[in-house]
Every structure is written in C-alpha cells, then in structure tokens.
C-alpha cells in the first residue's frame, strides 16, 4: 500500500513538472515583443498616422527645420496624414523587424472645410504640398512590456508639383527649374509609444520625408544651382493593428 502510494506521488509530482520542463524547453515563446507568439514567427499590420508638419517663415514646403514647432500656426505648417502596411517578423524576444509600403501627404488635405461653404477639403492646386509613396523596412523594440521604440525608413517616391518649383517672381527674373520628375528620395522616422494589447498599440513619431526640387537655371548665363528643397518634417500621433 505505502509503495503503491509513492507510485502515485511520484507519478503526480512527473506530470505537474511537465509544463513547466516544456516552457523551459521552449525559450522562443517569450519577451517582451508579442509575447505570446514564438521567435520567427509574424504579423500583417496597418498603420496610420495625423500630425503637424515643420513649417516654414517664406510659405514653402516646411523646410525650415530648426524652428519647428507644431502648436505655432506658422505659414507652411499643415496637417499631414498617412497609411501604412506591411509584415513583421519577431526575429527576438523583444525585437520585431518587417517590410512596409504606405502613402503619405503632408499638408494637401483640410478637413475641417467640410463644414464651410465654397471651401475645398482637397487643396492640391493650391497647395501642391509633398505627398507620395514609401516603400521600406521597420523595427519595433519593446523595452517592457507594453512600452516600445520604433523606426523605420525606406524609398520615397514624391510627387513632381507639376514640374512648377519656382514663383512667378523667379520665372520673371529669367529662370527655370530642371531635373527630373517623380524623383525619388528617402524617408526615416523614430517613435514611442504603448502597446494596449498585442494587436493593437498607439504612440508619438517623427517622420522626416527628404525631396527637393532639381536645380534652377539661369537662363540667360546657363549657370545652375540647387532648388528650393521641399524636404518635410511631422510630428504625429500614430496607431497600429496587428492581425
């Protein structure tokens, strides 16, 4: 009887100790990063964006870097908007990294005429401001759990302005611009925020969407120099799902 009763204690102890030996033995099924989810494995997600663009004190397209501030209704300061999508990969405990491809504007759009007569949401032709489409990776770290950091980067394909870089002044003085249209830069932004759960987190970013405008030519003497960069910074409040 006592040697049967061992058996048993000895057979409940080996089974209690069974998941235990098993999490052990799995260690990719951890961190802080989609914890729930093993080492290599993934997500599809969307992403999107609204926030303040860097304006500029001469009314163009937000390159004046070293004065930005996004509660300052500075001529040149716009509201942007983007989407993002793509796929991460949990390549660690807290790291995932992935491919994105998105679209973005930066100033062209303003809501809040849907509710004023004669005024258009949609001021492309007035405003022309940067927009175009990212292609590119990402990183997401999460220190904590819930708490991360992120960046991303990648191809930037802006939009040409119609190939009218230049004011009237300018091309009354005799000049024009060159280069190429659709030219293609680079985009970077960093980023932090709280996951709410393992589908979904909101944070703060800032993007920083490089493009300018070719050269200028002097017409009359031949002579070049750089255009006006249209290079354009965005602070925005962000929020991501993860299938």
């Known amino acids: 009887m006592k040697k049967a009763a061992l058996a048993l204690a000895v057979s409940c102890a080996s089974f209690a100790a069974i998941p235990a030996f098993a999490q052990d033995s799995n260690p990719a099924v951890s961190g802080n990063y989609q914890p729930s989810q093993a080492v290599g494995s ?35 300061r716009r509201t942007g908007y983007g989407l993002l999508g793509g796929y991460r990969w949990k390549v660690g405990p807290d790291l995932g990294l992935g491919l994105e491809a998105g679209y973005t504007d930066l100033g062209n759009y303003r809501v809040k005429n849907v509710f004023e007569a004669d005024q258009n949401v949609d001021q492309k032709n007035t405003k022309n401001a940067l927009r175009g489409w990212m292609l590119g990776v990402n990183g997401k770290i999460n220190l904590v759990p819930g708490w991360y950091l992120s960046g991303h980067g990648g191809y930037f394909r802006a939009n040409d302005n119609n190939n009218n870089y230049n004011n009237s002044v300018g091309q009354d003085l005799g000049f024009s611009n060159g280069g190429r249209p659709n030219r293609g830069s680079w985009y970077a932004g960093v980023g932090t925020g709280w996951d709410v759960n393992e589908h979904f987190g909101v944070g703060l970013t800032y993007d920083y969407f490089h493009a300018n405008a070719g050269k200028v030519m002097d017409n009359t003497t031949g002579e070049t120099s750089v255009g006006l960069k249209r290079s354009t910074g965005i602070i925005s409040l962000a929020g991501e799902y993860r299938f």
Do not use: K, M
């Open 42 to 76: 993934g997500n599809w997600f969307i992403g999107a964006n609204v926030g303040r663009t860097n304006g500029s004190d001469t009314g163009g397209f937000g390159s004046n870097v070293s004065g930005f501030n996004p509660l300052h209704g500075e001529q040149g």
